[in-house]
């Protein structure tokens, strides 16, 4: 823009750009990678890795990190991870989880608007590694005669 006086005209003036962004879309529901029900027998106990995107939509402007929550057996939600200021951070394994529990994950999205609405979650059971079959015994049946 210029501006015009009896003197002359001004030097253009610097650009002006407006950008518009409201806050990002859910994400997707997260992907189950890796589970692992661990090993009673030496203290390991079951984990649950999952992975997840940014969402499709940003909605103008970039995904600055993401909150993951977790809920058991169907309960409330609770924040499991606060990714909040890592748009990298797009795995994480879960740790320390009980065998036989079922845990439910959902994810939001952060830009620099707000949060987005949580995305759909994903239900996977925590389980462990069955204990050593006994020996088998060899015996005989005798078939029921009637």
Same mark, same amino acid.
């Given at each position: 823009?210029?501006?015009?006086?009896?003197?002359?005209?001004?030097?253009?003036?610097?650009i002006?750009?407006?950008?518009?962004?409201?806050?990002?879309? %859910?994400?997707?529901?997260?992907?189950?990678?890796?589970?692992?029900? @661990?090993?009673?027998?030496?203290?390991?106990?079951?984990?649950?890795t999952?992975? $997840?995107?940014?969402?499709f939509?940003?909605?103008?402007?970039?995904?600055?990190?993401?909150?993951v929550? !977790?809920?058991?057996?169907?309960?409330?939600?609770?924040?499991?991870?606060?990714?909040s200021?890592?748009?990298?951070q &797009?795995?994480?394994?879960?740790? @320390?989880?009980?065998? +036989?529990?079922?845990y439910?994950?959902?994810? %939001?999205a952060?830009?620099? &608007?707000? $949060?987005?609405?949580?995305g759909?979650?994903?239900?996977?059971? %925590?389980?462990? !590694?069955?204990?050593?079959? &006994?020996?088998?015994?060899i +015996?005989?049946?005798?078939?029921?005669?009637?």
């Open positions: 823009m210029k501006v015009e006086n009896i003197i002359g005209l001004s030097p253009y003036s610097d002006l750009s407006v950008h518009y962004a409201e806050k990002p879309d %859910a994400p997707l529901v997260p992907k189950y990678v890796a589970r692992s029900g @661990g090993d009673l027998t030496i203290d390991l106990s079951p984990y649950i999952i992975e $997840w995107e940014a969402p939509e940003t909605n103008g402007a970039p995904i600055l990190g993401f909150l929550q !977790m809920s058991i057996n169907s309960g409330d939600f609770a924040v499991a991870l606060d990714a200021s890592n748009p990298n &797009k795995t994480f394994k879960f740790q @320390g989880l009980i065998a +036989g529990q079922s439910r994950f959902r994810v %939001a952060r830009n620099v &608007k707000g $949060w987005s609405p949580y759909p979650s994903i239900t996977i059971l %925590a389980a462990t !590694m069955p204990p050593k079959m &006994k020996p088998l015994t +015996g005989t049946i005798t078939p029921n005669e009637d």
